[in-house]
């Protein structure tokens, strides 16, 4: 689910903390009506944070993440996809400090992520795409839900009960891991993009045209619940089966179960596309733009925070009050926290070599290889955009030259097809910055091919659809905002 944060695994403190400040925010509302005056934005200042900020990771693709899912233990999952056949999974077992992608057994794009535990996730997306794994991401297998309508979001209480939301209204669930699905057509059309559990029996989802839904009996049945506006509900968190927030162009508070809906930051300055909540008191919401807010105070009142980038932010995470990663647009991922110390270079060691200096054989013959995951489609850049490829060598004896050709119509930055670049080691990694050309169509093939020291390797792909949302309401059309251009004077260099 979008912003899942591990809710199964929280003790019983973090509860009682959360109903707490909930039953303080029901008090206000029940006494004086909005406990917030609905005008008011960015009103409280941020708490002492210990020099935490949000500060940006290095993930392993510049393809959209539209989910993220951090179950603990240093564990984050992150899901996407740039054009509609275009799927990417990227897991880092180490707070994200490092990902590695992870082969997707479909090409349809990934919108949202439930992490039952650091093994088990259920992922879903576009075309019906239902895939589940129990050995942390070496493996995913395709789970039929017997739709082929848009999945827009999937929460999980433990490893057998779940459910998904559908573009088109419809709910599914399931009681056995996945193995056999139910459906309720209870949106009536309606787009439904939020889903929140706080048990196996209480939930809710919201969608299009403030479209709010409830059960209590674990999604055997459904019934709507009076619309607080016409707003596009993008996220759905409940605390308890009374205290829970909705978010869109808007953030709504309900203390009564869904029945009724008050305002606490009616106007953001963007659209946030995901909201969580960390224990009782800190919550976060993501947008567009890079705009974050965060409540110290149960969600009562939100406050703007810097984000450090203008990426849209579409998904929301918190493993714990002060461990979080939000990501977004072009592979971007963002983690609340210290920053790692910045790294001085280390002074270059030149080598001068000996006359009494004796060549001895090479323990092992030259090595080249793309750095792509097997099994994972290679894919450039969609029309008038790029992609990053990463080249890496060992035991090439100096003097040696490295030459990449691209055929199929793509291009280096400089424009040309080939390319070659002295290699000043003998081991190291080259990145190349693959360029699609705006006149290019999608599903054009194309093949890198790379040779050095005797050795070639080459990969082909393809050039994916040109499919970029700004906003990324999860399936919302919107206008793409303008490529961002490499920078030519960083296309190509030893990592």
């Known amino acids: 689910m979008r912003g899942s944060e591990g809710r199964n695994d929280r003790s019983t403190g973090r509860w009682l903390a959360a109903a707490a400040a909930a039953a303080t925010i029901a008090i206000r509302a029940i006494a004086g009506g909005s406990a917030v005056d609905s005008d008011r ?106 739709t082929n309508q848009g999945l827009t979001d999937v929460h999980f209480v433990d490893a057998q009960r779940g459910w998904i939301t559908t ?5 599914l669930r399931t009681t056995d891991g996945g193995a056999s699905w139910r459906r309720s057509d209870v949106g009536g ?39 607080p506006g016409d707003a596009r509900l993008l996220a759905v968190r409940f605390l308890d089966a009374t205290t829970g927030f ?39 919401a993501v947008g567009d733009e890079g705009y974050i807010v965060r409540s110290v105070d149960g969600g009562a009142s939100w406050a703007k925070v810097p984000a450090g980038t203008g990426r849209s932010l579409t998904a929301v995470s918190f493993a714990g009050p002060d461990d979080g990663w939000a990501v977004g647009t072009g592979g971007i991922v963002l983690r609340w926290g210290v920053p790692p110390p910045t790294r001085t270079p280390s002074p270059t060691i030149t080598r001068t070599p000996t006359a009494t200096r004796t060549p001895t054989p090479t323990p092992s013959q030259p090595w080249l290889t793309i750095d792509w995951p097997a099994g994972v489609t290679f894919y450039a850049g969609a029309p008038d955009r790029s992609r990053t490829v990463h080249v890496r060598y060992g035991n090439q004896p100096a003097p040696t030259v490295l030459t990449a050709t691209l055929t199929g119509g793509l291009v280096f930055p400089n424009g040309r097809a080939v390319l070659t670049e002295a290699l000043s080691a003998d081991f190291g990694t080259l990145r190349f910055v693959l360029r699609t050309p705006p006149e290019i169509v999608a599903r054009q093939l194309f093949e890198l091919r790379v040779i050095a020291g005797g050795r070639t390797v080459s990969r082909s792909g393809r050039v994916p659809w040109s499919l970029w949302l700004p906003m990324l309401h999860r399936l919302a059309d919107r206008d793409a905002p303008p490529p961002v251009e490499p920078d030519p004077t960083a296309t190509i260099g030893i990592d």
């Open 167 to 171: 573009r088109n209204g419809g709910i």
């Open 189 to 227: 059309g309606l787009g439904l993009f939020g889903l929140s559990f706080v048990d196996a029996e209480h939930g809710w989802a919201t969608g299009s045209d403030g479209l709010v839904l409830s059960t209590e009996d674990g999604g055997a049945s459904w019934r709507r619940l009076p619309r």
């Open 41 to 146: 934005r960015d009103t409280v200042a941020a708490a002492p944070d210990q020099n935490r900020v949000w500060f940006e990771q290095d993930g392993e693709t510049d393809q959209t993440l539209r989910d993220v899912a951090a179950p603990g233990g240093g564990i984050v999952w992150a899901v996407g996809g740039e054009g509609e056949e275009d799927c990417a999974i990227q897991r880092s077992e180490d707070g994200g400090t490092s990902w590695r992608q992870q082969a997707c057994p479909v090409r349809w794009k990934l919108q949202a992520m439930s992490a039952i535990d650091a093994q088990t996730a259920v992922a879903v997306g576009l075309n019906g795409t239902a895939i589940r794994t129990e050995n942390g991401g070496a493996s995913w297998a395709l789970l039929d839900v017997d």
């Open 246 to 284: 909705a978010c869109g162009n808007i953030i709504l508070h309900t203390w009564d179960g869904g029945r009724t809906w008050a305002p606490r930051l009616a106007r953001p300055e963007k659209t946030l596309n995901d909201m969580v909540f960390a224990d009782g008191a800190h919550a976060w």
